[in-house]
T-cell receptor, first 116, second 111 residues
Framework: GAVVSQHPSWVICKSGTSVKIECRSLDFQATTMFWYRQFPKQSLMLMATSNEGSKATYEQGVEKDKFLINHASLTLSTLTVTSAHPEDSSFYIC????????????FGPGTRLTVL | RKEVEQDPGPFNVPEGATVAFNCTYSNSASQSFFWYRQDCRKEPKLLMSVYSSGNEDGRFTAQLNRASQYISLLIRDSKLSDSATYLCVVRSRGSQGNLIFGKGTKLSVKP
């Protein structure tokens, strides 16, 4: 069965609105979750590392005020795209890892965001 | 130079063919290596880890050459269901588990 769920699976919104994406670890408690973004025909790019109970760590070039991450529990992390613009349209995927060695990451099914 | 480079393909092969994908990585401190598979509009799924000694899982064989910073994946007896994009992934030492993904190599297996 699925290890990670994401909601919604797709969303279409108007420019300027905010969109919240949820990522849930279904099988185990995850102190660390990762958020990725994938543009068409491009590789997955890590946006941020979400740590339960503390601030997320953002990758260079990712605006923390635009992509708000909340990891309030060991099974839930949320990514909010604030004031979305068409260039934010992408495939957003979260992942969780079971062990401290991070040898395998389990990916959520992804959320396809289209901003009109 | 990109951190992880792959030939984007597509590789179009008949069923039963043997196909090989290559990947190079730029960071010599990279510690762990993986092949993931991604179907169209789906999330990546781990296919196999890659070990220095080389490893095999059924029809799939992965090789790692640390000196050349080169990883390969060999698929024997291709099936229609093998059609997907294969992602070369590395993780660097000391990171929080950050995975660096290649753009992927697209494989299409035809009947």
């Amino acid at each position: 069965g699925a290890v990670v769920s994401q909601h919604p699976s797709w969303v279409i919104c108007k420019s300027g609105t905010s969109v919240k994406i949820e990522c849930r670890s279904l099988d185990f408690q995850a102190t660390t979750m990762f958020w990725y973004r994938q543009f068409p025909k491009q590789s997955l790019m890590l946006m941020a590392t979400s740590n339960e109970g503390s601030k997320a760590t953002y990758e260079q070039g990712v605006e923390k005020d635009k992509f708000l991450i909340n990891h309030a529990s060991l099974t839930l992390s949320t990514l909010t795209v604030t004031s979305a613009h068409p260039e934010d349209s992408s495939f957003y995927i979260c992942s969780v890892t079971r062990d401290i060695l991070f040898n395998e990451q389990f990916f959520g099914p992804g959320t396809r965001l289209t901003v009109l | 130079r990109k951190e992880v480079e792959q030939d984007p393909g597509p590789f179009n092969v008949p069923e039963g063919a043997t196909v090989a994908f290559n990947c190079t990585y730029s960071n010599s401190a990279s510690q762990s290596f993986f092949w993931y598979r991604q179907d169209c509009r789906k999330e990546p799924k781990l296919l196999m880890s890659v070990y220095s000694s080389g490893n095999e899982d059924g029809r799939f064989t992965a090789q790692l050459n640390r000196a050349s910073q080169y990883i390969s994946l060999l698929i024997r007896d291709s099936k229609l269901s093998d059609s997907a994009t294969y992602l070369c992934v590395v993780r660097s030492r000391g990171s929080q588990g950050n995975l660096i993904f290649g753009k992927g190599t697209k494989l299409s297996v035809k009947p």
